[in-house]
């Protein structure tokens, strides 16, 4: 069964960056679509971003859309979330995601979609 583990969260400024890592205990994430998710203390999770397994299909929440670029090396079997220009609105445990599709298909941001899941890595962003 496909293990997922995200890296990288922390505490940073406003306006700082964090970059989020998604290792799979398999080699290859070839036929998995990944995406991200965010859960804020009392709020439902949230798709924050999700990518297709050849990477060609990649969307973005409107919230995060020119801030966070999303990733992956299929051959190393990580995914990988750039978050730049933060803000304390982005503070969340931030989660990966993956589910098996075809080449093109993302996922999308419906948390149902996926059947694999990190424990997640908590984002804290505050002055």
């Known amino acids: 069964q496909l293990q997922l583990v995200e890296s990288g969260g922390g505490l940073v400024q406003p306006g700082g960056s964090l970059r989020l890592s998604c290792s799979a205990s398999e080699f290859t994430l070839d036929y998995y679509a990944i995406g991200w998710f965010r859960q804020a203390p009392g709020k439902e999770r949230e798709g924050v971003s999700c990518i297709s397994s050849n990477g060609e299909v990649i969307k973005y929440a409107d919230s995060v859309k020119g801030r966070f670029t999303i990733s992956r090396n299929n051959a190393e079997g990580t995914a990988y979330l750039q978050m730049n220009g933060l803000k304390p609105e982005d503070t969340a445990v931030y989660y990966c995601?993956?589910?098996?599709?075809?080449?093109?298909?993302?996922?999308?941001?419906?948390?149902?979609?996926?059947?694999?899941w990190g424990q997640g890595t908590q984002v804290t962003v505050s002055s």
């Open positions: 995601a993956a589910e098996v599709g075809g080449p093109s298909y993302s996922g999308g941001f419906d948390p149902d979609n996926y059947d694999y």
